[in-house]
């Protein structure tokens, strides 16, 4: 794929970070995530979704990449909320490739939940 094209997918995942820029393009609020769309709030499935797609592109060190993972451990999932299943997915997958100790919290995190409401039975045949 060319460059271009991943530098303009990097540019709107980027508008979609929910925060003023300075001068240079910077975010000022490094406490927020990636909303749906630019100047959307950040929910936990659009902040996971946004962060993994930075990665993809390898923007590991980006401001709004760092940022994201920071607010995605301070926003825990419920499992309850909308889109659940969807931001778990690419949750797992970011923090996964983000390593260390935000891998091993995001793991046990999302075990203990899928763990907790999964249904207990018999299987058939055993």
């Known amino acids: ?9 990097v540019a709107y995942v980027k508008r979609c970070y929910k925060s003023e820029r300075d001068d240079n393009g910077k975010p000022k609020n490094l406490k927020s ?16 979704a946004g962060l ?10 980006a401001d709004e990449t760092k940022a994201s993972v920071e607010w995605l451990h301070e926003h825990k999932p419920k ?25 091993k919290e995001a793991r046990l995190f999302i075990e203990n939940i899928l763990l907790e409401k999964q249904k207990t039975g018999r299987l058939v045949g055993i």
């Open 79 to 103: 499992y309850d909320e909308r889109w659940f299943y969807y931001g778990t997915y690419y949750y797992s997958q970011a923090m996964y490739q983000q390593g260390g100790d935000a891998a």
């Open 52 to 61: 993994r797609a930075m990665q993809v592109c390898g923007e590991y060190d």
């Open 1 to 9: 794929m060319p460059r271009t094209v991943i530098d303009k997918a």
């Open 33 to 48: 995530s990636f909303g749906y769309q630019p100047g959307w709030e950040p929910h936990y499935t659009s902040a996971a």
